[in-house]
């Protein structure tokens, strides 16, 4: 049986996953080719230090998750901006991730232009995004 964290990690993964045609994947390394209609990373992040309740127990955790957005083409400004939009759109449609945590999250993106020798430019941002649960156990 997976964790709380794993489960909401899992839940968002499946989350940006369903953002078609763009690819997502979690935990892996930028790939050599960036697919035509963009790719997402999540990368499990952070959980941090919790709040603690003692009655009854509780660690709440404000778990800092990121999605590294990449975008490459000769119409990657618009196609950048796009795929941002529909992150958030996915994100504000699930705020509990299907009542697996409280709140999700995302700040706004910081984009950087990344040249690319022999090839066009990538645009890319790394997304933030705050996941809000509790847990009774801080390794379940």
Do not use: N
């Amino acid at each position: 049986m997976p964790t709380s964290r794993e489960a909401i990690l899992a839940a968002l993964h499946a989350r940006l996953s369903a953002l078609l045609p763009a690819t997502a994947l979690r935990g892996d390394v930028l790939p050599e080719r960036v697919p035509a209609d963009g790719l997402l990373i999540l990368r499990d992040g952070e959980p941090g230090e919790p709040e603690v309740t003692l009655s009854p127990l509780a660690y709440h955790y404000q778990h800092r998750a990121e999605i590294e957005a990449v975008v490459q083409g000769d119409d990657r400004d618009t196609a950048f901006d796009t795929l941002t939009a529909s992150i958030g759109a996915a994100l504000a449609a699930a705020r509990t991730l299907g009542g697996l945590c409280d709140w999700v999250e995302a700040e706004a993106p910081r984009p950087v232009d990344l040249p690319v020798e022999g090839a066009a430019s990538l645009k890319a941002a790394v997304i933030p995004v705050v996941l809000h649960y509790s847990t009774a156990d801080p390794l379940a």
